[in-house]
């Protein structure tokens, strides 16, 4: 059964704050590669089980906290793009839960890491922006500020977009096969049995 928000049961309820403590804890623990992340797959199955309005609002405080406390340093002016771009993609798992429903085709593995890749490269591009306009902040007039936002932050798009394409493949149904039995349900999109 698809969890809302205004009838949380106590296992819900613990399960969203436990997987909001290990979203914030991945975010905020220092990685080998700073867009190799599994924050975006958290965000997105937090959305996609107890709904978009969540998924948004933990994408959204997961990204505020990181803005002052990343061991990447402060996100300064990016702050504004990264909590707008990671709550999108906790609603855009809302979506997916409310879409899904009774169908098929919401046990395909590359759907989701398809999903996955595309969430993650409107994130980048939000996040460019920000680049963008820190730019234009200092005097790069707009379209050269953009370009070269865009251009220097390719390398690191592509990694992102790369490993959140395997991270989402590969475990998107088993995690939601473990929160359907921590939570004692499914969500309502889950109509056919999860792929082995």
């Given amino acids: 059964m698809f969890v809302h928000m205004k009838a949380l049961a106590s296992r819900p309820l613990a399960v969203l704050t436990i997987l909001s403590a ?16 599994f924050t975006s797959l958290l965000v997105f199955i937090v959305g996609s089980f107890f709904g978009g309005f969540i998924g948004c609002i933990l994408g959204s405080l997961v990204m505020l906290a990181n803005g002052f406390l990343s061991p990447w340093g402060l996100a300064g002016l990016m702050l504004p793009f990264q909590i707008l771009g990671m709550g999108l993609v906790g609603f855009a798992g ?49 379209l050269p500020a953009i370009i070269t936002s865009l251009i220097s932050g390719a390398p690191f798009s592509l990694i992102h977009v790369g490993s959140n394409l395997l991270i989402f493949s590969a475990t998107f149904f088993p995690l939601t096969r473990a929160m359907e039995e921590l939570i004692g349900g499914e969500p309502e999109w889950r109509s056919e049995p999860l792929p082995t």
């Fill in 22 to 37: 290990l979203c914030l804890a991945i975010q905020l623990t220092p990685r080998p590669l700073p867009n190799v992340e």
């Fill in 94 to 142: 809302g979506l997916y839960g409310k879409t899904k429903k009774n169908s098929v085709v919401a046990n395909s593995i590359a759907e989701t890491g398809i999903l996955g890749a595309f969430l993650t490269l409107v994130y980048d591009i939000i996040t460019n922006f920000g680049v963008s306009v820190s730019l234009m902040l200092t005097g790069v007039a707009p």
